[in-house]
């Protein structure tokens, strides 16, 4: 039996040449049984000395394993030593109390840009041609103020001036409304007498006001009407033709009259004096020869004639001549004068200056900066031609009510430039939201940037601290954790003058205090029975 399974288990193990031959040999001559242990011892050897890399690693990890398992059990770290001590004796909780400015601050992210970024669109409906940029196109960050020219359209300007009302129509001699209000604002804003700016009629002192803005900017004033100059001539030889025609017809009127001018009539009246004096002296010439009578008489007859022909001469002056179709003439005349009057002052109106809703700009909060620009020279204006904004950076952002209802317009506020400087700013506007319970907006106005402050701002969000209470200076204030109450209610603080460690034995004294300002779970406290000062630890638990 023996001998069959020893051939099994040799085949299990590595063989050379040498070796099966010398098997073969022995079993050949008859070996005896006890050859088979010494192959065998044989085999393994060559099992260790082929594999012995393999045998070293598997002795290697065998031999880290039995050291692992001992420093488990003997050794400990500081926490399993620490656990296995008896805990250590409770002492007192302290902080030390400081002196400072203490504040009550609303916080909140705000995002930092430039104010009321608007669209601009120009109205080119009046050009009747293709609305060409022929010049004057801004740079991104350039700044727009009053009768700043923001573009050039077909050699036209675009006159930038203050309001909040779009120009949407030509203003022209006659017209009324508010956009005419706020052109004569506007022309008051920028020093250019408009006119009353409480009437809302566009007159001919408005006219003359747009001709000094245009006169301002550099460019000639547009007019209503190519043909108005043509006009105004005509208008001015009709009215010369109707003022002849009624200076024809008085004079007509006059001959009409008959000339009985007051010259006329004293000189009649003379002429009847003349002959009555004539008459009165001949009649006291009577004659005490009566063969002299008879030519007397006759004498005084002649005499007695020429008085009644002056006197009838006379009455002939009062006598008033046929004069309607004369006087008809004179008033037709003068209707006519009229009317070419009126027409001359309509076609002057019409000759008068006009504002082009394609030629100004209003804009509200001036001045404005420029942040986009989207035409070129030479380009067809579409669309909007640029992006502008409040020309001053603002920071905005959002508040819960119960916050904003602490916060007031011009109240200060800080928040850190991109180098982590605290920087101050101002409130500039509280706005309640859309419904109860929205969050309200919080404008700012930053104290003064420089360019390179301003640049490194635009677009980042910041952290904004905004007081709502702070201490008038440098306080002393505790946590609020260190307030106990005294018997009569009294706010008091227990101060330690010994080592907090010796716990409930550790030397301690109650100080009363009065309370002020609390803030960020601190109060500002000033003692009234003890003393304590900065540094000195008390007691805000055991």
Avoid: C
Avoid at 173 to 190: N, Y
């Amino acid at each position: 039996m023996g001998r069959r399974d020893a051939p099994v288990f040799d085949d299990l193990l590595p063989r050379d040449e040498g070796t099966e031959l010398a098997a073969d040999d022995g079993a050949a001559a008859g070996s005896a049984v006890p050859d088979a242990p010494s192959g065998r011892v044989q085999g393994w050897g060559r099992v260790f000395r082929t594999n012995r890399a393999l045998w070293i690693i598997a002795a290697a990890a065998v031999l880290s394993l039995v050291v692992g398992l001992l420093v488990g059990r003997f050794v400990l770290s500081p926490a399993d030593a620490a656990s296995l001590t008896d805990p250590p004796e409770p002492g007192l909780i302290t902080v030390a109390v400081e002196r400072g400015i203490l504040s009550n601050d609303v916080t909140m992210r705000g995002d930092v840009g430039y104010a009321d970024s608007v669209e601009v669109t120009i109205d080119t409906a009046s050009l009747g041609g293709p609305a060409v940029v022929t010049g004057s196109v801004p740079e991104v960050g350039a700044t727009l103020e009053s009768l700043a020219v923001a573009l050039e359209v077909a050699g036209r300007p675009v006159i930038v001036l203050p309001g909040e009302l779009p120009a949407y129509r030509t203003l022209v001699v006659g017209l009324t409304g508010p956009d005419v209000v706020q052109f004569k604002e506007a022309m008051r804003a920028v020093g250019i007498d408009a006119g009353d700016p409480a009437s809302d009629v566009f007159d001919a002192t408005a006219a003359a006001a747009v001709s000094a803005l245009y006169a301002q900017v550099g460019y000639p004033a547009p007019v209503s009407d190519e043909g108005a100059a043509d006009a105004v001539l005509a208008a001015q030889e009709g009215v010369r033709s109707a003022e002849q025609a009624l200076a024809s017809a008085r004079a007509d009127l006059g001959q009409a009259s008959g000339g009985a001018s007051p010259v006329d009539v004293r000189a009649a009246d003379n002429a009847v004096n003349s002959a009555q004096r004539a008459l009165d002296v001949r009649l006291s010439q009577r004659p005490a020869d009566a063969a002299e009578v008879p030519a007397w008489d006759a004498e005084v007859s002649d005499l007695r004639d020429a008085l009644e022909l002056r006197r009838l001469e006379r009455r002939q002056l009062d006598i008033a001549p046929d004069t309607a179709g004369p006087r008809a003439a004179v008033e037709a005349a003068d209707r006519q004068l009229a009317e070419s009057r009126q027409l001359l002052e309509r076609a002057r109106e019409q000759a008068l200056p006009s504002l082009s809703a394609g030629e100004v700009l209003y804009l509200s909060e001036l001045p404005r900066r420029v942040d986009a620009v989207n035409v070129t020279r030479g380009q067809v204006l579409q669309g909007a031609a640029m992006v502008v904004s409040g020309a001053t950076i603002t920071i905005t952002g959002a508040a819960a009510p119960a916050d904003a209802a602490l916060l007031e317009v011009g109240g200060e506020a800080t928040f850190e430039l991109a180098d982590g400087t605290p920087h101050g700013a101002t409130i500039a506007a509280l706005a309640p939201g859309a419904t109860q319970g929205d969050r309200w907006e919080i404008t700012l106005q930053p104290d003064e940037l420089t360019a390179d402050q301003a640049m490194q701002l635009q677009g980042r969000n910041v952290r904004v601290s905004l007081p709502v209470g702070a201490t008038a200076g440098e306080v002393l204030f505790v946590p609020v954790a260190a307030l106990t109450a005294g018997p009569g209610g009294e706010a008091r603080i227990e101060v330690v003058d010994g080592d907090p460690r010796d716990g409930e034995d550790a030397a301690t004294r109650l100080v009363v205090v009065t309370t002020g300002l609390a803030a960020g779970g601190f109060v500002e406290v000033t003692p009234t029975d003890g003393d304590v000062a900065e540094g000195d630890l008390v007691v805000v638990g055991r």
